[in-house]
């Protein structure tokens, strides 16, 4: 937000930015300049205002771009492109945060919301009104889970980030994981001192040990979004590509603080895939200097199934808080994550299927693997459970 309305408040003469929300626009951008009068941009009628800004496409040109300076005006082009290069690019129209507990407080009153809030975090007006409505239409009561379960259905996407579905039928979090979230829940919420803010989380381990798993725990322990990083939309094909667009998502991130930030299997981040040999160092280099310096509160959970593929600068400490290794499961946490998976069905865990998993216990089995084997002899021993 700080680069957005400073931008304005110096009055730099062409601006560029993009939103989602262009019916809430005029609303938004008068919050943000209180002191500073906004007006949609008519070339016939200028100069009564101190900003600018325009849906439409404006062909920019060196007389538009001199006409600002001498004046002391700012054009802003909304979702548009600038060939010209005289636009300089301040990123995401923010939401102020008055505004969006304002229209949450509308439907669930204060005291709910200040617990809401969270939620509702880096979505726009309209997209948070539309998600409340939902909502409503579906709960008796409006929670947090609710919320974030919605929001990742209807809002998805957006600009390399993968809202992720927090909900899971069972999960049994390891001890280690479980004891970081207890003690670092309250300084992930209102640390007194920014420094204290947990910064994040490597997790490492064999495939199906429960990894991706434990950030969507992390997420519903702090009550807040889980953004994956979505490396396809991420990355490109074209020298600097890549970068860009890496840069675009962590301050997207930024701007939709509070929340976990997963990147799922990291190594492949810094495959090259055919890339010019510079792209993997200089988006490691983007990603470490976000990792030590950025000061919003996202948790990262980078996952990993080799960490000898890693450079050790990517997780020492100041960039991330701790590694975790996940590991296969021994009889007793397998057999208790085939009864809790039992329980989600509704059916007993028979003597067969506790025999079998402990034997194929004996040596360790990722949750992955029992959860396999409970599907399966559900299916071998009971009707179809469907409608």
């Known amino acids: 937000m700080t680069m957005f309305v400073n931008a304005l408040e110096a009055h730099l003469p062409v601006l560029r930015a993009t939103t989602t929300d262009i019916v809430n626009l005029p609303e938004v951008l008068e919050h943000l300049l209180p002191d500073t009068k906004v007006a949609k941009y008519v070339p016939t009628k200028i100069w009564a205002a101190d900003v600018y800004y325009s849906v ?4 920019v040109d060196s007389a538009i771009y001199t006409s600002m300076v001498d004046h002391g005006k700012t054009l802003l082009l909304i979702n548009q492109e600038d060939e010209s290069g005289l636009a300089l690019n301040v990123g995401e129209v923010p939401v102020p945060y008055e505004m969006l507990f304002d229209l949450v407080e509308s439907v669930v009153g204060k005291k709910a919301t200040y617990k809401l809030m969270v939620a509702f975090q880096g979505l726009t007006l309209k997209a948070a009104s539309e998600v409340l409505r939902m909502v409503k239409a579906q709960h008796d009561t409006i929670t ?92 490109a094909k074209w020298v600097g590509e890549s970068e860009a667009n890496f840069g675009r998502v962590l301050s997207m991130l930024d701007q939709n603080e509070p929340s976990v930030f997963l990147i799922d299997e990291v ?121």
């Not at 990993?304 to 997780?315: G, I, M, Q």
């Not at 946490?333 to 004996?362: G, H, R, W, Y």
């Not at 089995?365 to 299916?379: E, F, G, N, S």
């Open 144 to 235: 947090v889970e609710a919320v974030l379960n919605e929001r990742a259905r209807m809002v998805g996407k957006l600009k390399g980030l993968a809202l992720v579905d927090v909900g899971t039928s069972c999960y049994l979090p390891n001890a280690e994981l479980q004891r970081w979230a207890k003690k670092e829940k309250p300084y992930f919420e209102s640390a007194k001192d920014p420094r204290l803010v947990p910064r994040g989380l490597l997790f490492g381990g064999v495939p199906g040990t429960g990894k991706t798993q434990g950030a969507k725990f992390l997420a519903r322990e702090f009550g807040v979004p889980l953004h994956r990083l979505d490396m396809a939309s991420s990355l």
């Open 267 to 387: 190594e492949k981040l810094f495959e090259s895939g055919g890339e010019d040999a510079g792209t993997t160092s200089r988006i490691l280099s983007q990603l470490l200097w976000w990792l030590s310096e950025h000061t919003s509160r996202i948790l990262t959970v980078m996952t990993t199934n080799n960490r000898d593929a890693l450079p050790k600068e990517l997780y020492r400490s100041g960039r991330i808080d701790r590694v975790m290794e996940f590991v296969p499961m021994q009889t007793k946490q397998a057999i208790e994550l085939a009864a809790a998976l039992c329980t989600s069905f509704k059916v007993p865990l028979d003597v067969k299927l506790k025999s079998n998993i402990s034997m194929k216990s004996q040596d360790g089995i990722t949750p992955a693997a029992v959860t396999q084997i409970v599907y399966d002899h559900i299916k071998d021993t009971q009707k179809c459970l469907g409608p």
């Open 56 to 59: 439409t496409h404006v062909e």
